[in-house]
């Protein structure tokens, strides 16, 4: 079970906005060092933010991310049928257990 | 460009040891607090981070596996070597490398925070 926690699924219709959190603690998701992947089915995961509200050259600017207090979000807007992915965190753990990875967030673009 | 390309064997059996090496272009493996990563995903789960590689020899693994977990480099050959003993029906998965561009380290215990760069993956089965 992983120390990150995100809902399971989330759905929206195209041209909407959604947000997936991520919910740890003020030991992981508190350092602001949390970071974002999208992974489309069979595909390899990619990178979409890090550092809690950065985007990689080449993302997209209708993903953003931000935080509250130890929940780390990440807002997708102008939703499209191609962001239909599984959404994954991680982010630096200041403790040993280093499982941090959250479960996965399974967005359906209805 | 920056490569990562994972290979090794795709069937193991139980209580074997899985031996799987990345090999790496267009970056350093001696360049400091870049780290070279090992993330699994079984089917239809999330990714898991096993460990990793960084700075000049320093490795990190994940608590529930770090006893049957070993990470090596051979920076001349520009590979990472991922060793897995006691393999399980579990483990099941595909194996990625990935590659984390810098470390953060906060009481002794130093953790990449981002993967920019992923390889393909290999699928792994453990079956008897």
């Known amino acids: 079970q992983s120390v990150l926690t995100q809902p399971a699924f989330v759905s929206g219709s195209p041209g909407q906005s959604i947000t997936i959190s991520c919910t740890g603690t003020s030991t992981d998701v508190g350092y602001n060092l949390v970071s974002w992947y999208q992974q489309r089915p069979g595909e390899v995961p990619k990178l979409i933010i890090y550092?809690?509200?950065k985007r990689p050259s080449g993302v997209s600017s209708r993903f953003s991310g931000s935080k509250s207090g130890n929940t780390a979000l990440l807002t997708i807007s102008g939703l499209q049928a191609e962001d239909e992915a599984d959404y994954y965190c991680f982010s630096f753990a200041a403790r040993s257990t280093l499982e941090v990875f959250g479960g996965g967030t399974k967005l359906t673009v209805l | 460009q920056v490569t990562l390309k994972e290979s090794g064997p795709v069937l193991v059996k139980p209580t074997e040891t899985l031996t799987l090496t990345c090999t790496v272009s267009g970056f350093s493996l001696s360049h400091p607090r870049v780290g070279v990563n090992w993330i699994r995903q079984a089917p239809g789960k999330a990714l898991e981070w096993l460990g990793y590689?960084?700075?000049?020899?320093?490795?990190s693994y994940s608590a529930s596996l770090k006893n049957r977990l070993t990470i090596s480099k051979d920076t001349s050959n520009n590979q990472v070597v991922l060793r897995m003993t006691n393999m399980d029906p579990a483990d099941t998965a595909t194996y990625f490398c990935?590659?984390?561009?810098?470390?953060?380290?906060?009481?002794?215990?130093?953790?990449?925070?981002?993967?920019?760069?992923w390889g393909r993956g290999v699928l792994v089965t453990v079956s008897s």
């Open positions: 990935a590659r984390s561009p810098t470390s953060y380290c906060s009481t002794g215990v130093c953790s990449p925070y981002y993967f920019d760069y």
């Open positions: 590689t960084f700075s000049t020899d320093e490795k």
């Open positions: 550092e809690v509200v």
